[in-house]
């Protein structure tokens, strides 16, 4: 299993959902830098507006919950 430290999932609106975005999930955003990255991705409607390169490095695919059986 891959820990991740530093992780932000940002939720796109119920507009942007609709219009295709869907949730990033960012990984070792512990950094100034890449906290401002994100950051402007977000404002500029994060999930619809492209990712930047740098953030792209940060992505990474959530490990499935386990529901209870």
Known sequence: MREQAGVIVVQPSSADWTAGARRA????VDDQDAT?????WVRACGGIAPRPEIL???AFTPPHRRTGS
């Open 25 to 28: 999930w960012l990984g070792l």
């Open 36 to 40: 401002e990255d994100t950051t402007a």
């Open 56 to 58: 792209a490095l940060c």
